[in-house]
């Protein structure tokens, strides 16, 4: 019960802090705002010589990199905020996608290789006969989206209830998670799952009837994008400030004291995983149109882990650091992939070694610093735990 | 060999005073005959071929065998000039190289114009068959014996008959006296008419594996016409408990896989276990320290291309070595600093996991590497029609066998094991009690990496060496650890065996992929009942 009061609090702070945004963060918000519109702006208004055009391509990228730093945050919040270093975020992130990329398939209709209306393209190739039963109602967007969330947001409740019942936690807790999304992306693999096996999904033509290649469905899907991180970024930080957060933290820091004061850590984890593989699964939503392909290499262990990576290079437990972290790692990455494709894997796992090691607080650990010597703000004492920077008086690891 | 030639030599000049083909030649003395014989085969025909080889046989028995193989295998040429008989090998390049038939001596090459085939056809190519099985049962070693009889099983006629009896009069024993026995009452179950004679043979085939037996008895019970229905729901029976056997042996096969499966697993996840149990971290780069070991025998018989048949005697220490130094590297130089921060760990070193895959993508390649393997590893021990077992697979099971003794007497017996031990129950007490923690954690790290890199030389045997080889072990050990229990190397053995079984028998009925799946989410399931696993370490932490 006490979930659920926590869950009311923390809707009414929510609507508190649209009023009015936390001071140290909003920048972050104000910034990402403006940013998009000008891009936006700047795409459809000016011509392609402007020497301030920006390409559709850039649009796109920039969707996707904001895409990740959704993901980001959904892992921030496990990891930063209550110790669930969770090494299979890729899993809900990547069935959010399935999800969209089935509507978006059955949108293709019957413009497909092969011009079966009902069939898409691989199922014709795989000589089937009629849509398997879960495709059904996937024409309809908003079934679409509403499985989208459903499937993604039972498995990680079932998963976490087995898994936090029983008090997996740690090193245990993350190797089952990595084993999860093997599990799922070696299931994905197979032809027989239905789901364009290797290949995936894609070749989309349309979404809600707007052209997916036109420049202003690519605009507004980033748009879309950018409200949804703001939307969640804001929803998020509300609820680890609320009485609800500071008990996630208490858990971070000291389970089995949390539980001996009487809180049941247990639905507290549970429901905060679900959470969290909500946002991951929209962050794949809006990740799938965008990009135009999903495929089972989503799912892939690496893919996970390297979003803990930007939450730990942007800062953990700071949820602007993930956001940050992803936007920077994932740029580095275009940027390097493009120059030099053999020393990406390198400085990814150089990155790796070193934040863990000298950064372990990440960027925001070094601004919080700084700003705190700047600003030195009196400690009230009460909000010790949680207050904007995310700095926690617990020593960082759980 | 060449007192042979010689003699053919002589041979010919004899001949070449006899009129050719004379009867004479067929009733003068073995020895003679055989060479005589020869000289008739250039040129012959297909039917006078076949007479000759019939003749051949009783001149020269089992001498002859040389020649019955190079021909079955259709080298068998002559020299048109001198009508002499030769092997040839055809190259590539369209030269022929000729080499003696009852030897191995090279003759040179020859041009197409200066040789002529001697033609076979499959008529021809079945007699010889024939022929070198009866040669074998008659003067082959015990193993060629056996397989001439069961080549016989297939064609029961009465030469084959004749020539088995003749063999049991000449003494055999073991195997091949029973399928002598085998053949007799398949014989005496198509022949004879008397009921009792046939349920008597019926009995002697009941639960007999090889393939000719089943296939008479599902002969005779497919067969409408038969009368006797006792001696067809005889048949029956019988068939019933020859599909029981080979379903026996089948489970048996698959639980040889199983074990096959839990060695290599067993030998992926006890190095994982070690540490895991000692420092309570997850070295995501152990299956890196795998590959690394595997590599290592690849680059061991690039240096040593001469002695393949030791390199993996040589590549188990050089694989420890190396695999072992990069584990202590890793630990002095990362895992240190992140003393009692498990998580920040599995980053860690699963960055250097990705740093050690593209390093030996661009020193090596991205391509998979030629592994060869040994000749006493290939092949396999094939124990009946149904179940053989192959070497390389036999071998790794004991090697992981030997590879886990080894760890426990290390653990039990030495100082190194007592400290360890020490550090894994309780570390602030072992440290108060003057054990050197930080010393005993690179060792363990060493040791871990290197028996993960002794593994890797174990499955370059058995999979495709490559940068990815690792990456797959690393979720498997950590479940095979988990499901046996953090620092009980027994419950590693068992979690291993008893996942690599449980995945082999879940496998024909659902696929491989689904098989694994299965496993984890039975793993998972597990942990809820056992959170410790199968044998947990005792203790009294309050979590």
Redesign the interface.
């Known amino acids: 019960m006490s979930v659920l009061n926590s869950l009311a609090q923390a809707s009414s702070r929510l609507l508190a802090a649209m009023r009015q945004p936390g001071r140290g963060t909003s920048w972050l918000v104000g910034i990402l705002l403006v940013v998009t519109l000008a891009m936006s702006a700047a795409n459809l208004l000016l011509p392609a010589d402007s020497p301030f055009y920006v390409s559709t391509y850039t649009i796109t990228l920039m969707g996707k990199y904001l895409c990740f730093a959704m993901l980001a945050m959904a892992v921030d919040i496990v990891w930063g905020y209550c110790?669930i270093?969770s090494?299979g975020h890729g899993a809900f992130f990547a069935l959010g996608g399935y999800g969209m990329g089935m509507y978006l398939m059955r949108q293709i209709g019957d413009r497909g290789v092969y011009g079966n209306p009902d069939l898409p393209d691989f199922m014709v190739f795989l000589n089937w006969q009629e849509l398997p039963w879960y495709w059904f109602g996937m024409d309809q967007f908003w079934f679409a989206i509403f499985m989208a969330l459903l499937v993604p947001g039972t498995l990680a409740f079932v998963?976490g209830w087995?898994?936090f019942?029983?008090?997996?936690?740690?090193?245990?807790l993350?190797?089952?998670t990595?084993?999860?999304t093997?599990?799922l992306m070696?299931?994905f693999?197979?032809n027989e799952m239905g789901f364009g096996g290797n290949n995936g999904l894609t070749d989309f033509k349309d979404i809600l009837g707007f052209d997916l290649q036109a420049d202003a469905t690519r605009v507004a899907l980033l748009l879309v994008t950018t409200f949804l991180v703001v939307l969640t970024f804001l929803a998020s930080r509300t609820i680890v400030q609320s009485r609800l957060g500071r008990v996630i933290v208490a858990v971070r820091d000291a389970e089995?004291r949390t539980r001996f004061l009487g809180y049941r850590t247990e639905h507290y984890k549970v429901w905060l995983f679900v959470y969290s593989a909500l946002i991951a699964a929209v962050a794949g939503m809006l990740y799938v149109p965008q990009v135009g392909i999903i495929n089972p290499g989503e799912f892939s262990?690496l893919n996970s882990?390297e979003v803990?990576?930007w939450v730990?290079v942007g800062g953990r437990g700071t949820l602007y650091g993930a956001i940050v972290g992803a936007l920077l790692v994932n740029y580095a990455k275009t940027r390097f992939t493009a120059l030099m494709p053999?020393a990406w894997?390198?400085a990814?796992?150089?990155?790796?070694?070193i934040?863990?090691?000298y950064l372990?607080r990440g960027l925001a650990g070094l601004f919080g610093r700084a700003t705190e010597l700047m600003y030195r703000r009196p400690d009230t004492g009460k909000d010790k735990t949680t207050r904007d920077d995310g700095l926690s008086v617990a020593e960082?690891?759980? | 060999m060449n007192a042979l030639l010689h003699k053919l030599w002589s041979v010919a000049i004899v001949l070449l005073l006899l009129p050719t083909g004379s009867p004479l030649a067929q009733s003068e003395p073995a020895g003679i005959s055989a060479d005589s014989v020869l000289q008739q085969l250039p040129g012959a025909s297909l039917k006078k071929t076949g007479e000759l080889i019939g003749q051949l046989e009783q001149a020269g028995g089992a001498e002859m065998r040389p020649l019955f193989e190079v021909m079955l295998a259709g080298e068998l040429y002559f020299v048109k000039e001198s009508k002499q008989i030769i092997a040839i090998t055809k190259t590539e390049r369209r030269t022929y190289i000729g080499r003696d038939v009852f030897g191995k001596a090279a003759l040179g090459e020859f041009t197409s114009r200066e040789i002529k085939k001697i033609r076979v056809n499959n008529r021809l190519r079945s007699q010889l068959r024939e022929t070198l099985a009866r040669i074998d049962l008659l003067h082959g070693s015990k193993l060629a014996q056996k397989q001439a009889v069961l080549a016989m099983l297939d064609d029961l006629n009465d030469k084959n008959m004749r020539l088995l009896t003749t063999a049991q009069q000449s003494g055999v024993d073991g195997e091949v006296a029973r399928l002598i026995d085998l053949a007799a009452a398949m014989v005496q179950l198509r022949d004879s008419r008397v009921s009792e004679e046939r349920l008597e043979a019926i009995g002697v085939m009941s639960g007999q594996l090889e393939p000719a037996v089943r296939n008479q008895l599902q002969r005779l019970v497919n067969d409408a016409q038969e009368q006797d229905l006792a001696v067809r729901a005889a048949a029956q029976k019988a068939l019933d408990k020859i599909s029981e056997r080979i379903e026996f042996f089948g489970q048996l096969e698959q639980l040889f896989f199983g074990l096959s499966l839990g060695s290599v697993l067993l030998l992926a996840a006890i190095g994982l276990a070690i540490t895991f149990g000692v420092m309570g971290v997850i070295n995501m780069a152990h299956g890196e320290m795998i590959m690394l070991g595997a590599y290592t025998t690849y680059v061991i018989q690039q240096l040593f291309p001469g002695a393949i048949a030791y390199s993996l005697l040589i590549a188990v220490p050089a694989a420890f070595l190396v695999s072992g130094s990069v584990g202590v590297l890793i630990e002095r130089g990362v895992i240190r600093h992140l003393q009692g921060r498990p998580l920040e760990t599995i980053l860690a070193t699963f960055g250097i996991s990705l740093i050690l895959q593209q390093a030996v993508r661009s020193i090596f390649s991205p391509l998979n590497m030629q592994v060869v393997t040994p000749s006493w590893m290939s092949g396999s021990l094939v124990i009946n029609p149904v179940f053989s077992v192959t070497y390389n697979r036999l071998y790794i099971l004991l090697f992981a066998l030997a590879i886990f003794a080894a760890l426990v007497v290390v653990l039990k017996k030495s100082s190194l094991g007592l400290n360890v031990r020490a550090v894994s129950q309780n570390r602030d007490m072992a440290k108060a009690m003057g054990v050197r923690t930080e010393m005993v954690d690179a060792m363990t790290f060493g040791l871990g990496s290197g028996i993960a890199g002794v593994a890797g030389v174990a499955l370059s045997q058995l999979t495709n060496v490559g940068p990815n080889l690792g990456q797959s072990y690393i979720i498997d050990s950590f479940m095979v650890v988990v499901f046996g229990g953090v620092g009980n190397l027994l419950g590693t053995l068992v979690g291993g065996f008893s996942l690599g079984v449980a995945n082999k028998f879940l496998e024909p009925s659902m696929g491989a992929v689904l098989a694994n799946i299965i496993v984890l989410v039975g793993l998972i399931l597990f942990i809820q009942k056992r959170p410790k696993g199968l044998f947990p370490q005792r203790g009294r932490a309050a979590e």
Request: no cysteine.
């Open positions: 110790g270093l090494l998963f087995l898994a019942r029983s008090r997996v936690t740690g090193v245990y993350s190797i089952m990595q084993a999860l093997y599990a070696l299931a693999f197979r089995a262990p882990i803990v990576v730990a053999d894997l390198f990814l796992g150089a990155l790796f070694v934040v863990t090691v372990p960082v690891g759980a």
